[in-house]
Structure formats: structure tokens, C-alpha cells
């Protein structure tokens, strides 16, 4: 069974790349970044692309990434 992954590069890309992201929400222009590297972004900074989106659909964001079986060997090529 596929597991789904939300992809975080592709919101910050659609949202108009870490910089924009980075001024709209108030962080450093390096935390989007992180936010890729580590495929996480915390809830409140959904809330906030939220708040300042409010047609913003995050189900739009989630794909198929792995099998549940091969979950370790797959989340080290993401």
C-alpha cells in the first residue's frame, strides 16, 4: 500500500519560492529550505500560508510516494 507524502518543494514552489515564503510567514529566507530537506513544515506554518491563502487546498499537496513495505529504503531517496 502507498503511504502518502505531503510535498513541501512543490507548495514553496507554488507559493513563489523560498524567498516569498520566507518574507510572507516572517522566518528566515533558510526555512523553507529546511522545511524540504526535512519534508516537514510545523502546523502553525500551515496555519499562517493558510490564513494568508484561504483558497489554499493542502490535499492538493499530498502524493503517492512509497510502499509501506519498502518505507525505509525509499524515504532515503526522498
Known amino acids: 500500500m502507498k503511504k502518502p507524502m505531503f510535498n513541501v518543494?512543490?507548495?514553496v514552489a507554488d507559493m513563489g519560492g523560498a524567498s516569498a515564503v520566507a518574507a510572507l510567514l516572517g522566518t528566515p529566507r533558510t526555512a523553507?529550505?529546511?522545511w524540504?530537506?526535512?519534508?516537514?513544515i510545523s502546523s502553525?506554518?500551515?496555519?499562517?500560508?493558510?490564513?494568508h491563502h484561504p483558497n489554499l487546498?493542502?490535499?492538493d499537496y499530498f502524493e503517492d510516494?512509497?510502499?509501506d513495505d519498502?518505507?525505509?529504503?525509499?524515504r532515503r531517496l526522498h
Open 9 to 11: 518543494a512543490r507548495l
Open 32 to 34: 523553507p529550505y529546511r
Open 36 to 40: 524540504i530537506r526535512h519534508r516537514y
Open 44 to 51: 502553525r506554518m500551515l496555519e499562517e500560508l493558510k490564513w
Open 57 to 59: 487546498n493542502f490535499d
Open 65 to 67: 510516494a512509497y510502499d
Open 70 to 74: 519498502n518505507w525505509t529504503e525509499n
